[in-house]
């Protein structure tokens, strides 16, 4: 069946159709591998789920993007760049920086209008996902990316506070592919980029230095961004088994302007103007961060492995949101946290046992206030005043015990402790000072069986939590803690395949989850169109399958295919007036299916072409706002020359929305005034030139 004649019938899947597929890509796979012997391919390891392995004897859904992948033709400025290929993965709202990119995995992370949810971010072993359970993304160096791994599911109970997943980064420290290089970039909606790196080793010593400045006008009216970043690694080598480790990480974001949501109305009239309120109260946010990390590795403690790992981080953050009232925000964070692990690998008994052990503390200061502004943009009494605290412990341990040469035994579990206060300063409303004390296990339990040496099955179960944020334990009724919310419950469930096909030259990777959830965190607004508020929906069903497919049509051919089919979906959840049970749970498509396909020739020339479909979703929890699903193209073609010994030149363009698509970059859930919609950009260019040296 041909893209284009995909249908939405087509795509809707039901929990007995999974089953059938899946029964089908295994007989398929063990129709393919009877007919050939397996050669040995190159090792895959992965780490993300804290315990290094192999790749086929993880029993997890696990998905790796190298650097080719990050960076060929690529803008490196937004993370859907990178994960767009990964199943179960869907991101929005590249293009507004104020707000930030929203992350789904399995449909969690979806809630948050801001910030990321739900989902646990690493960046070389540092959690960017707070104590509190939120996430920022703005100081995550794509440039220096070598390597991005994403968890899909019940694993990520080894991470603490969040249900969906992990997406764990790592940047380059110089060891491998030394040198300098330097990077412009220009594009359409006053697109601005430049990067220079450089890194290398020497002796003990090695170094990578990336610094980058970004400059977009934006498509629509208040969408312009402004923002510096500097990352860089240096390593000293302490002997052949320990190494000491410094991360510096400096963001600047002295603007980046918030267009606001449209409603139906406004988009037919210009899909790029802002929001009245954006414009007429200059909606905006500013962000200075700084953060330094210190990480020791010493792989001879004894007969294992131990690491330890701490930072410390500094952030400054104002805001006007775009709502008369009470919506001039700020704060300034500290925020530190470290960790110590110990792997071991010993025998129990005849059976190889790897585990590891480990502890993770943090802290979470923020100082906030809150005033109140005026139609006409004047900012004028302060509303709130407090410092708001969160502190995390956890520990866990897991172990992989392998009864077989091709059976192992995964078990996992966690003990985390979160506490968070309040302490309020502004008390013309009374003190409404507070705090919440969580204590939560998690566990997960996987079987793997390597039936090849290039095929694996493996099944998985595991639970984890989600404890609303700060800014979810807002009280409708003033400051303090909303009492009515609690934190939210997730079981996990997943059967999946994936393997090598000689014959064929194909990867493929087929997951099938459940997950059932308690106490759902769902968004709504204030009647009077103000603040975002969170209530407990509840219980809600996710079900779906991930394929990801990559196939070597050739020598210079690939094609590579992310599909996700899934239902996401109210159990029980009604308020006083309404009942929303069996209804979709807003702002998630349940069919997506991306395609790549790359020529690579000489000389670093290549070409990607490249589809998304993205299905329809609903934007409210009542279902009566739906939203079309659509098709985008984008492009990519590249080039690269020689001009010395050590000197390379490569330019590259790339064309996103080919066919100049209407669709949306965001859906704002449950908006008020029927404001649902920020329209993405039509047709756009941008090219670069880089010097390598």
Request: charged letters at 25%.
């Amino acid at each position: 069946m041909s893209n284009a004649t995909l249908s939405y019938a087509t795509l809707r899947v039901t929990t007995a159709s999974l089953g059938v597929l899946s029964c089908f890509v295994a007989g398929q796979t063990w129709a393919q591998t009877s007919q050939t012997d397996d050669t040995t391919l190159a090792t895959v390891e992965v780490t993300a789920p804290r315990l290094a392995r192999e790749l086929y004897a993880t029993p997890a859904a696990v998905s790796t993007i190298d650097q080719d992948a990050i960076a060929q033709g690529q803008q490196r400025t937004r993370l859907d760049e990178s994960l767009v290929r990964v199943p179960g993965v869907f991101l929005q709202n590249r293009d507004n920086f104020a707000q930030g990119q929203r992350i789904s995995i399995r449909g969690f992370g979806a809630r948050a209008p801001f910030g990321v949810r739900g989902i646990t971010v690493m960046v070389d072993g540092i959690p960017y996902t707070l104590p509190d359970g939120q996430a920022q993304l703005d100081a995550i160096d794509l440039d220096s990316a070598e390597r991005i791994e994403v968890i899909r599911g019940p694993s990520s109970v080894l991470y603490g506070n969040a249900a969906g997943g992990v997406i764990d980064i790592t940047t380059a420290d110089g060891r491998e592919n030394p040198g300098s290089s330097v990077r412009t970039e220009v594009g359409s909606d006053g697109y601005r980029k430049a990067v220079v790196q450089t890194g290398g080793a020497q002796g003990d010593w090695s170094h990578h230095v990336s610094f980058s400045a970004l400059n977009v006008d934006g498509y629509r009216e208040q969408s312009s961004t402004e923002k510096y970043l500097l990352n860089a690694k240096l390593r000293r080598e302490l002997g052949s088994d320990r190494a000491l480790t410094a991360i510096i990480n400096l963001l600047d974001n002295p603007r980046s302007e918030d267009p606001g949501a449209l409603n139906a109305s406004e988009v037919a009239r210009g899909r790029d103007q802002a929001a009245p309120n954006s414009l007429a109260l200059d909606a905006r946010q500013n962000v200075d961060q700084q953060l330094l990390g210190l990480q020791y590795e010493d792989l001879s403690v004894g007969p294992g492995e131990f690491y330890l790992k701490g930072f410390i981080s500094q952030r400054d953050f104002e805001q006007q949101l775009p709502y008369v009232g009470d919506s001039r925000i700020g704060y300034q964070r500290d925020y530190l946290g470290a960790s110590a692990e110990y792997h071991h690998e010993v025998n129990l008994g005849s059976l190889p046992l790897s585990y590891i052990t480990g502890v993770d503390v943090a802290r979470q200061d923020d100082e906030r206030f809150r005033n109140d502004v005026n139609p006409q943009g004047v900012v004028s009494e302060q509303l709130a005043e407090e410092t708001q605290t969160a502190t995390s412990a956890g520990v866990f341990a897991q172990g992989d015990l392998a009864l077989t040469e091709q059976v192992t035994l995964s078990l996992g579990a966690r003990f985390d402790r979160v506490e968070l206060e309040v302490d309020d300063r502004y008390l013309d409303d009374g003190d409404q000072s507070g705090e919440q004390t969580f204590n939560e296990w998690s566990g997960s339990a996987g079987l793997s069986y390597r039936y090849r040496p290039q095929h694996q099955a493996y099944i998985n179960t595991g639970t984890a939590f989600e404890t609303p944020t700060f800014s979810e334990f807002a009280n409708p009724a003033g400051g303090g803690f909303n009492p009515a919310v609690e934190p939210q419950k997730a079981w996990n469930r997943e059967v999946g395949l994936r393997g090598y096909v000689e014959p064929l030259a194909m990867d493929y990777d087929l997951a099938l989850f459940s997950v059932r959830v308690r106490d759902e965190l769902v968004p709504y607004e204030e009647e009077n169109g103000g603040r975002t508020l969170y209530q407990n929906a509840g219980d809600t069903d996710r079900d779906g399958i991930e394929l990801a497919l990559g196939w070597q049509l050739a020598d210079q051919w690939r094609l590579d295919s992310a599909l996700t089919l899934a239902r996401y979906e109210f159990d029980q959840f009604a308020t006083p007036t309404e009942s929303f049970g069996g209804n979709r749970i807003p702002g998630l498509p349940e069919q997506t299916w991306v395609n790549q396909l790359t020529w690579e020739g000489i000389d670093e020339r290549f070409a990607t072409l490249e589809s998304q479909y993205v299905g329809d979703l609903v934007a409210d929890n009542a279902n009566e706002t739906e939203v079309d699903s659509y098709w985008l193209v984008n492009l990519r073609v590249g080039d690269g020359w020689q001009l010395g010994s050590d000197t390379r030149l490569n330019a590259y363009v790339g064309v996103r929305n080919l066919l100049d698509e209407e669709h949306y970059a965001n859906v704002r859930l449950n908006g008020t005034f029927g404001r649902f919609y920020e329209p993405a950009p039509g047709r756009s260019v941008y090219g670069g030139l880089e010097v390598r040296f």
